[in-house]
């Protein structure tokens, strides 16, 4: 048992744990963040509950009548902050992901044009050809 359990820990400490991420936000793995929580809306807390007589418990039902009023407010806030975070996070993934087409067809071109400028010294009729450019 022993060592089963030393031979576990070792292969645990030992082999790299494999997890996919989609992708990085300021060198964060996107896929870490398992929770949206608001950080502008108020969740109001429920109304405490002491019935005893008629009176008592046509002050509970209004007082849930008000917490479900400022209940809907929140929910309200909340899709609306979900909603503007989803879009500014919508936003950054697509003006990123163009910085990287843009380096990457950069770098493409200036690794063509380092080699095309030898062409005229070393090519002949049976080089190998470039592909296409790409736009």
């Known amino acids: 048992m022993r060592r089963f359990l030393a031979a576990f ?3 645990t400490l030992v082999l790299p744990v494999a997890r996919t991420f989609a992708g990085v936000l300021d060198k964060a793995e996107i896929t870490d963040y398992r929770l949206w929580t608001s950080t ?3 969740k109001p807390r429920p109304p405490s509950v002491e019935i005893v007589d008629p009176l008592t418990f046509n002050l509970s039902v209004e007082g849930f009548n008000q917490y479900l009023a400022h209940m809907r407010r929140y929910l309200e806030c909340a899709e609306q902050e979900a909603n503007e975070d989803y879009a ?3 936003r950054v ?3 990123s992901l163009a910085r990287v087409r843009g380096e990457a067809l950069q770098e493409l071109q200036e ?3 380092e ?3 030898f062409r005229s ?5 049976e080089s190998a050809e470039l592909p296409p450019k790409q736009n």
């Open 121 to 125: 010294l070393y090519a002949t009729p």
């Open 40 to 42: 502008r809306c108020y």
């Open 9 to 11: 820990l070792l292969l």
């Open 88 to 90: 500014s996070i919508k």
């Open 111 to 113: 690794a063509r044009d």
């Open 115 to 117: 080699i095309e400028q």
């Open 93 to 95: 993934l697509e003006q």
